[in-house]
């Protein structure tokens, strides 16, 4: 695989989650406050939604400052397709999973992680023991961090 970048690639997928973040942002202003602590559950989707948009912000920014002589080069591989549209299809899954409380957080983060980041890493196997041990500690982590130290209610059993 050729590491050839697509400018219009790179802006598109950008401004496509600097759209959904924005409506993230939007939605959860109606979250209702929270009952032990005084922020509610509104601020860590709002930071979260607002880190992606300056780093698609950034995106856009580097995409526009790049200069490649070579225009004929700078089409997205069919590989970086397919890794867009597998994402998209997993994010999907994940946020159904969440909706209709297929199982408790940790379990469906950690599963999400583990195909994600299986299938951007080509489905190498040699590599699929570091990217269990990351998804479980990030999924099980999470789920720690925001129930006890938060204080958040998760999607979830």
Request: proline share 5%; glycine share 6%; charged share 15%.
């Amino acid at each position: 695989m050729h590491d050839q970048v697509d400018r219009r690639f790179d802006i598109g997928v950008a401004l496509v989650l600097i759209v959904i973040a924005a409506v993230a942002i939007w939605q959860s202003a109606d979250l209702p406050p929270g009952t032990f602590e005084p922020l509610g559950s509104a601020p860590v989707p709002q930071m979260t939604a607002g880190l992606i948009i300056l780093l698609s912000l950034w995106v856009i920014l580097r995409a526009m400052l790049r200069a490649d002589g070579n225009e004929e080069a700078t089409h997205a591989a069919p590989e970086r397709w397919r890794d867009a549209a597998s994402v998209a299809v997993l994010t999907v899954l994940y946020v159904a999973a969440l909706h209709f409380r297929v199982t408790t957080f940790a379990i469906i983060t950690a599963v999400f992680l583990t195909a994600t980041i299986f299938v951007l890493a080509r489905f190498d196997l040699k590599k699929l023991p570091v990217i269990l041990l990351v998804a479980a500690i990030t999924g099980f982590g999470c789920q720690y961090l925001f129930t006890r130290i938060f204080v958040v209610d998760l999607p979830g059993l």
